[in-house]
T-cell receptor, first 115, second 112 residues
Framework: DAGVIQSPRHEVTEMGQEVTLRCKPI?????LFWYRQTMMRGLELLIY????????DSGMPEDRFSAKMPNASFSTLKIQPSEPRDSAVYFC?????????????FGPGTRLTVT | AQSVAQPEDQVNVAEGNPLTVKCTYS??????LFWYVQYPNRGLQFLLK??????LVKGSYGFEAEFNKSQTSFHLKKPSALVSDSALYFC??????????FGTGTRLQVFP
C-alpha cells in the first residue's frame, strides 16, 4: 500500500482565497483524522471520521473550516476564506478500528502558506 | 482531562550513548500511552504503545519505553543512539473513546 496520500504537498495562497486539501487514507482503514501542526500550538486534532461519518469536529477552529468524506477513499478539508493565521502543516491520518485505532498512519502533510 | 507533558524541548546526546526522552501523563482511568516520531518534512510514525502488561515496552528501531505508574511517567529510551535517530518525538495519551492527545514534542539531536 502507498500509505496515506495527501495533496497538494505545498500550497501558497492569498488571504481570502478558498483552499482545499485532499487526503486518500489507507485502503481498509475505518478512521480518518485531520490534524494541524504549528510551532505555537503544536499538533491539534481538527476533526475525525469513522466509516465516512464525522464523529467529532470540536477542534475545527471556526466556520471557515469544513471537512467532508464522501467515500471511504477520499476526504477534503476546505478553508474559505483563508487567513494568514491558517498557515500551518495539515496532516491527514488513518487507522483501523478496535485497539489499533491509536496506531495512526500519517500522510506527509500539506504545508499551507497564506499571505 | 487527559494530558501528557514533555518537559524538554530538546535533548542532545552523542552517538553510541544511551538516550532518554521524558514524558509524564495525567489521566482518569487506565492510561493508554504512545510514542510517535516525526522525521523532517514527514508525517508522524507510530513507535510503540503501552496498554497493559509488562512495564517495559519494546518498539520499532530499537526503542523501548518504561511505564512507571507511581511516577506517572512513560519515558522513551534507547541503549545506543544513532545519528539517524535525530527527529522530533511525541508522547501521546488516549482520550477515550477514539482520540489521541499529543504532547508538545521533544527534538532529539544525536551528534556524531
Amino acid at each position: 500500500d502507498a500509505g496515506v496520500i495527501q495533496s497538494p504537498r505545498h500550497e501558497v495562497t492569498e488571504m481570502g482565497q478558498e483552499v482545499t486539501l485532499r487526503c486518500k487514507p489507507i485502503s481498509g482503514h475505518d478512521y480518518l483524522f485531520w490534524y494541524r501542526q504549528t510551532m505555537m500550538r503544536g499538533l491539534e486534532l481538527l476533526i475525525y471520521f469513522n466509516n465516512n461519518v464525522p464523529i467529532d469536529d470540536s477542534g475545527m477552529p471556526e466556520d471557515r473550516f469544513s471537512a467532508k468524506m464522501p467515500n471511504a477513499s477520499f476526504s477534503t478539508l476546505k478553508i474559505q476564506p483563508s487567513e494568514p493565521r491558517d498557515s500551518a502543516v495539515y496532516f491527514c491520518a488513518s487507522s483501523l478500528e478496535g485497539a489499533l485505532i491509536y496506531e495512526q498512519y500519517f500522510g506527509p502533510g500539506t504545508r499551507l502558506t497564506v499571505t | 482531562a487527559q494530558s501528557v507533558a514533555q518537559p524538554e524541548d530538546q535533548v542532545n546526546v552523542a552517538e553510541g550513548n544511551p538516550l532518554t526522552v521524558k514524558c509524564t501523563y495525567s489521566v482518569s482511568g487506565n492510561p493508554y500511552l504512545f510514542w510517535y516520531v516525526q522525521y523532517p518534512n514527514r508525517g508522524l510514525q507510530f513507535l510503540l504503545k503501552y496498554i497493559t502488561g509488562d512495564n517495559l515496552v519494546k518498539g520499532s528501531y530499537g526503542f523501548e519505553a518504561e511505564f512507571n505508574k507511581s511516577q506517572t511517567s512513560f519515558h522513551l529510551k534507547k541503549p545506543s543512539a544513532l545519528v539517524s535517530d535525530s527527529a522530533l518525538y511525541f508522547c501521546a495519551v488516549r482520550d477515550p473513546p477514539d482520540k489521541l492527545i499529543f504532547g508538545t514534542g521533544t527534538r532529539l539531536q544525536v551528534f556524531p
